[in-house]
T-cell receptor, first 113, second 112 residues
């Protein structure tokens, strides 16, 4: 769903299930995309990145999928754990820019034990 | 491994006062970014520096200024503070180019 003001979209999953967090990015000129995890009161923490010449990249328990046709990014977390509970942001970097991140609206992931 | 250091972690100021936030990047990182994050909001880019020169500017108010020093640390100076400046301010550092940015723990600024 859409986030408005203080109301972040929330995804609630059971421990051990897989999670999928989606993000629509804004600019077709973006050529680098990153997923960040942010725990309460902390700075964003890098999870995984992907360049625009790829459509899939896998890390440890995480996979990022990029669909440039519809400007959509997703983060898949396998076997979600309570420690994965946080707000997740996608971010894009415009090609030719100095690297500043343009963040999307966050999604709050809540993992039920 | 060394991380990005920010100081102070918490700061309380009154309206119309000034504030200075400091950022110490990861050693050998030459690029510093500043972001502002309001409650429940996504971080918004303010300004960045590469090799001590301003490299890009985002939605930074004219009341704010920043610089990067010879030791690569950066300071964000905020004057004539307003209630709406209350937010988390993050500094991130990276190597030049669209590489992974490492964020500091942030400074929570409260303007009363």
């Amino acid at each position: 769903g859409e986030s408005v003001g203080l109301h972040l979209p929330t995804l609630s999953v059971q421990e051990g299930d897989n999670s999928i967090i989606n993000c629509a990015y804004s600019n077709s000129a973006s050529d680098y995309f990153i997923w960040y995890k942010q725990e309460s009161g902390k700075g964003p923490q890098f999870i995984i990145d992907i360049r625009s010449n790829m459509d899939k990249r896998q890390g440890q328990r995480v996979t990022v999928l990029l669909n440039k046709t519809v400007k959509h990014l997703s983060l898949q977390i396998a076997a979600t754990q309570p420690g994965d509970s946080a707000v997740y942001f996608c971010a894009e970097i415009l090609g030719g820019s100095q690297g500043n991140l343009i963040f999307g609206k966050g999604t709050k992931l809540s993992v039920k034990p | 491994a060394a991380g990005v250091i920010q100081s102070p972690r918490h700061l309380i100021k009154e309206k119309r006062e000034t504030a200075t936030l400091k950022c110490y990047p990861i050693p050998r990182h030459d690029t510093v970014y500043w972001y502002q994050q309001g409650p429940g909001q996504d971080p918004q880019f303010l300004i960045s520096f590469y090799e001590k020169m301003q490299s890009d500017k985002g939605s930074i108010p004219d009341r704010f200024s920043a610089q990067q020093f010879s030791d690569y640390h950066s300071e964000l100076n905020m004057s004539s503070l307003e209630l709406g400046d209350s937010a988390l301010y993050f500094c991130a550092s990276s190597l030049a180019g669209p590489y992974e940015q490492y964020f500091g723990p942030g400074t929570r600024l409260t303007v009363t």
